[in-house]
């Protein structure tokens, strides 16, 4: 069973650009969350979809934004780049979304990020 | 104040140490608690999620929950080289707010030979 792919896993981008990044779920699952990881601040929530739905979004400015297709694949964006959005990108992906837990359908399994570099 | 504290560490220990890493928390709403062991360019792994208060055990691995102090704490017994990694608590209320969860900040684990 495939895991959670991340494209592209590495970029570099200079401050004022955008930049689009695409997470492939696992098949069958139909929560995705986003999430940026840096030394400073650790794993921050950007935002969840669920069946092209944002379902809960983070404290971060209105430049992050995301979607999600009917075939769960996700994208996020960021526009206007900054110094600070240096960081890697994971995203997460889940069967469901709330509830309880002890059915284990919420458990995410995160891809292996990507990495954004803002000069 | 964060909601989730972690010390980051570094923790270094020699092979076979039992290892104790803890985090304490501030919102009283977290019901769900989880491990996840993030290694060197990888993504975080899940290693154990628990819901209540007590102790849940899995091989070499002790997840332990007091939510009366808002305290948890991951045991890791008989430590091998290959446990190397930053080990990341997580939490969550879980209700019907989604999957959104709460993360420390991680701790850095390297076991020594």
């Known amino acids: 069973k495939a895991g959670v792919t991340q494209t592209p896993r590495y970029l570099i981008k200079t401050r004022g650009q955008q930049v689009t990044l695409s997470c492939s779920p696992i098949?069958?699952?139909?929560?995705v969350s986003w999430y940026q990881q840096t030394p400073g601040q650790g794993l921050q929530f950007l935002f969840e979809?669920?069946?092209?739905?944002?379902?809960n979004k983070g404290n971060f400015p209105g430049r992050f934004s995301g979607r999600q297709f009917s075939n769960s694949r996700s994208e996020m964006n960021v526009s206007t780049l900054e110094l600070g959005d240096s960081a890697l990108y994971l995203c997460?992906?889940?069967?469901?979304?709330?509830?309880?837990?002890?059915?284990?359908?919420?458990?995410?399994?995160f891809g292996a990020g990507s990495r954004l570099t803002v000069l | 104040q964060k909601e989730v504290e972690q010390d980051p560490g570094p923790l270094s220990v020699p092979e076979g140490a039992i290892v104790s890493l803890n985090c304490t928390y501030s919102?009283?709403?977290?019901?769900?608690f989880m491990w996840y062991r993030q290694y060197s360019r990888k993504g975080p792994e899940l290693l154990m999620y628990t819901y209540s208060s007590g102790n849940k055990e899995d091989g070499r691995f002790t997840a332990q929950v007091d939510k009366s102090s808002k305290y948890i704490s991951l045991f890791i017994r008989d430590s091998q080289p290959s446990d190397s990694a930053t080990y990341l608590c997580a939490m969550s209320p879980f209700t019907g707010g989604g999957n959104k969860l709460t993360f420390g900040t991680g701790t850095q684990l390297k076991v020594e030979l």
């Open positions: 919102n009283s709403a977290f019901q769900y």
């Open positions: 979809y669920f069946s092209e739905t944002q379902r």
């Open positions: 997460a992906s889940s069967l469901r979304t709330g509830g309880a837990m002890s059915s284990g359908a919420n458990v995410l399994t």
């Open positions: 098949s069958g699952h139909r929560s």
